[in-house]
């Protein structure tokens, strides 16, 4: 069964940075395609980034040039570097597989706020 752990979610004012991590137990990690998502109150969870086993990389319109997705294969975990942060970003984080999630983790709620 996989487990999916977010965590290095917070509080942090408006341009400020977060680094969250998501370590990934009980799947064949290096071959799995890995996303981001989010999920505010009140709406559907969507995909903020995706990478691939080849570590080619994609972006939801709103975070490009503001996230970065990145893999380390050896610790079975994916990152989601996020910069210049805005209040919209407030939502609860997930790692999960990409396009065909498994059963989802806890998540790691991140605010941006004043």
């Known amino acids: 069964q996989v487990q999916l752990v977010e965590s290095g979610g917070g509080l942090v004012q408006p341009g400020g940075s977060l680094r969250l991590s998501c370590a990934v137990s009980?799947?064949?990690?290096?071959?799995?395609?890995m996303g981001w998502y989010r999920q505010a109150p009140g709406r559907e969870r969507e995909l903020v980034a995706a990478?691939?086993?080849?570590?080619?990389?994609t972006y939801a319109e709103s975070v490009k040039g503001r996230f970065t997705i990145s893999r380390d294969n050896d610790k079975e975990t994916v990152y989601l570097q996020m910069n210049s942060l805005k209040p919209e970003d407030t939502a609860a984080y997930y790692c999960?597989?990409?396009?065909?999630?498994?059963?989802w983790g806890q998540g790691t709620q991140v605010t941006v706020s004043a």
């Open positions: 999960n597989r990409w396009a065909t999630p498994w059963s």
């Open positions: 990478i691939t086993s080849d570590e080619s990389s």
């Open positions: 009980g799947s064949i990690f290096r071959i799995t395609a």
